[in-house]
Nanobody
Framework: QVQLVESGGGLVQTGGSLRLSCVAS????????MAWFRQAPGKEREFVAA????????YYADSVKGRFTISRDNDKNTVDLQMNSLKPEDTAVYYC???????????????????WGQGTQVTVSS
């Protein structure tokens, strides 16, 4: 079982930056792919970014490419999302997700992820 806890959300002005962090409590030596998803009010959950166990594979939604960067530290069991040049349309609850996977694998599909955090609110004011 894996528990995920997100932090780092908040209120920021357009053009500003935030760094989200997700800490995973992992009891085994299994490898996990990690990802961030988000859900805005009245909208479905959408993919933001994903990273493989060895950080060799990363994926981004087109809407965040060039602005967001996903990274991880397996020694600390953390995955971060650096968000720059934030826009009002980035406003959402951001969720961390994890799935057991091989070293190079990561997925952009929400249904493949086994574990989810409770989410952290990001609000970008115009």
């Amino acid at each position: 079982q894996v528990q995920l806890v997100e932090s780092g959300g908040g209120l920021v002005q357009t053009g500003g930056s935030l760094r989200l962090s997700c800490v995973a409590s992992v009891r085994t030596s299994s490898k996990y792919a990690m990802a961030w998803f988000r859900q805005a009010p009245g909208k479905e959950r959408e993919f933001v970014a994903a990273i493989s166990w060895n950080s060799g594979s990363t994926y981004y939604a087109d809407s965040v490419k060039g602005r967001f960067t996903i990274s991880r530290d397996n020694d600390k069991n953390t995955v971060d999302l650096q968000m720059n040049s934030l826009k009002p349309e980035d406003t959402a609850v951001y969720y961390c997700a994890a799935v057991r996977a091989s070293s190079w694998y990561a997925s952009t599909r929400a249904h493949e992820y086994e574990y989810w955090g409770q989410g952290t609110q990001v609000t970008v004011s115009s």
